[in-house]
């Protein structure tokens, strides 16, 4: 087409045509100005294209991710409630209370409720590249990307609360479980043919009448109380976060 104006525009100069020449010298120009918009839009729609597919792929592993770390999350909040619940159970046999426990219910739980020790631990490897690589601007759902970047310090919260049950455990109920107990029995959980038998008998009577113990079992489920308060408040934010990334996985498709 541009050869067919260009030879039209030498046979008017050759002629001598100069408003026919700038006329049709306009028309060259605006066609080829059409043609640059044209293949402008098209390549911004390719591009447009491949970002809403790399968009859709990312918020599909997301969703992986995140309902994966959902399933661990609950699995937390249960183990945080069972711990709760075994103390709870130890608490009702402390001080001038009857102890009404056997050897082997209470071996089972202290064992359970005191030396066991939660920690979330997220997979967030898919979340960590997608923040380091830049490609999080990538997602256009504002929401949905304030909550991804803010996961990490929701995170370390719920961490560090952990991190102080597990130096309560390690500071002060290991080395009393060791001095008061019989912590071989406690921690074979009755299975005498897992491991070596002790060579001692442990009157738990007496330990259960220590304030020392019932503050320790009690220090123990409060902290797990704590434990499933921000494992149940983190899980709300993974719930928007799912919910946002099925909403987006359901426009793109």
């Not at 406690?186 to 503050?215: H, M, P, R, W």
Request: net charge positive.
């Amino acid at each position: 087409m541009i050869k067919f104006f260009r030879k039209i525009r030498y046979d008017l100069m050759e002629k001598n045509k100069t408003g026919k020449y700038l006329k049709y010298a306009i028309g060259e120009i605006v066609l080829v100005v059409i043609g640059i918009l044209i293949a402008l839009q098209i390549n911004n729609w390719n591009e447009n294209r491949k970002i809403n597919k790399e968009e859709l792929q990312l918020i599909e592993s997301l969703h992986k991710e995140f309902t994966y770390n959902k399933n661990e999350l609950e699995r937390s909040i249960k183990r945080a409630q069972l711990i709760q619940k075994s103390c709870e159970t130890i608490l009702n046999n402390t001080g001038n209370r009857e102890m009404k426990l056997s050897k082997i219910e209470s071996d089972s739980l202290i064992n359970w409720g005191l030396t066991s020790i939660i920690t979330y631990d997220p997979s967030n490897g898919i979340l960590e590249n997608i923040i380091s690589s830049g490609k999080i601007q990538i997602i256009k759902n504002e929401k949905l990307k304030n909550l991804l970047s803010s996961w990490n310090g929701f995170l370390n919260d719920v961490k560090e609360d952990e991190t102080w049950a597990v130096n309560e455990r390690n500071q002060f109920i290991f080395p009393f479980l060791y001095k008061n107990s019989n912590y071989t029995s406690i921690t074979s959980d009755g299975k005498q043919n897992s491991q070596i038998a002790s060579g001692f008998d442990a009157d738990y009577k007496e330990v259960y009448k220590l304030l020392e113990f019932e503050n320790l079992v009690n220090s123990t489920r409060i902290w797990n109380r704590k434990n499933e308060r921000n494992y149940k408040n983190l899980k709300r934010s993974i719930d928007e976060i799912i919910a946002l990334c099925q909403q987006e996985i359901s426009l793109k498709k």
